[in-house]
């Protein structure tokens, strides 16, 4: 559970505390240093890493080639940036990602509210924020890149409405994937079971 006074801090201004805690729990990792691969639908295991230099080493390491998910909110590595060497130590500072994370995903909820029509009854927030939330790990909806998608502005009504984290659908990885710098084919294997590769006894490079 998020600290109520880093959400006050840190988070969009535009989320309720409630519903920054529930897409955290939804999408995110207990862990700032958290980084998490994976590549064609597969998950790679990575070494855990103990530092900010060691979590920015994996994802300098690996951004470009597959999907790099960082920190709390695990943010999409890459989204924004032309080459590696512009990714900042800030992706794995807990403030700082969820600031930029929380920012993105408010835009996703209005994207997703104006697809419905920008319905301003508190009732229909859970469905906004379930096809949200798939949208933040797909990297689209309704064939949209959300990542780099215009904000359409507005604002969502979510009032108190208490969002249950729903099932993890299963993410086709290839949008996400594309969204990626360097990467320009659609991975294969869409809706594949996530497979673990071992590769942190291969050295680095």
């Given at each position: 559970?998020?600290?109520?006074?880093?959400?006050?801090?840190?988070?969009?201004?535009?989320?309720?505390?409630?519903?920054?805690?529930?897409?955290?729990?939804?999408?995110?990792?207990?862990?700032?240093?958290?980084?998490?691969?994976?590549?064609?639908?597969?998950?790679i295991l990575v070494p855990k890493a103990k530092t900010p230099e060691e979590a920015m080493?994996?994802?300098?390491?690996?951004?470009?080639?597959?999907?790099?998910?960082?920190?709390?909110?695990?943010?999409?590595?890459?989204?924004?940036?032309?080459?590696?060497?512009?990714?900042?130590?800030?992706?794995?500072?807990?403030?700082?990602?969820?600031?930029?994370?929380?920012?993105?995903?408010?835009?996703?909820?209005?994207?997703?509210?104006?697809?419905?029509?920008?319905?301003?009854?508190?009732?229909?927030?859970?469905?906004?924020?379930e096809d949200a939330v798939y949208a933040w790990k797909t990297g689209e909806f309704e064939?949209?890149?959300?990542?780099?998608?215009?904000?359409?502005?507005?604002?969502?009504e979510s009032g108190d409405a208490n969002v249950e984290p729903q099932d993890e659908k299963?993410?086709?990885?290839?949008?996400?994937?594309?969204?990626?710098?360097?990467?320009?084919?659609?991975?294969?294997?869409?809706?594949?079971?996530?497979?673990?590769?071992?590769?942190?006894?291969?050295?680095?490079?």
């Amino acid at each position: 559970m998020l600290d109520a006074a880093i959400i006050q801090k840190c988070a969009d201004p535009s989320l309720t505390p409630a519903v920054v805690e529930q897409f955290v729990q939804a999408v995110g990792s207990p862990d700032p240093l958290a980084v998490t691969v994976k590549s064609g639908g597969r998950l790679i295991l990575v070494p855990k890493a103990k530092t900010p230099e060691e979590a920015m080493g994996l994802i300098r390491q690996y951004v470009g080639q597959a999907v790099v998910r960082v920190g709390l909110t695990q943010f999409p590595a890459g989204v924004g940036i032309k080459d590696a060497s512009e990714l900042k130590p800030d992706l794995v500072d807990a403030c700082e990602n969820l600031r930029v994370g929380t920012k993105m995903f408010a835009k996703i909820l209005r994207l997703v509210a104006k697809w419905y029509g920008s319905p301003t009854s508190k009732e229909v927030f859970p469905q906004i924020f379930e096809d949200a939330v798939y949208a933040w790990k797909t990297g689209e909806f309704e064939g949209v890149g959300v990542f780099q998608a215009e904000d359409p502005g507005g604002e969502v009504e979510s009032g108190d409405a208490n969002v249950e984290p729903q099932d993890e659908k299963q993410a086709p990885v290839s949008e996400d994937a594309k969204l990626m710098i360097g990467q320009s084919q659609k991975e294969g294997d869409v809706g594949a079971a996530d497979m673990r590769i071992d590769l942190s006894r291969i050295g680095n490079k």
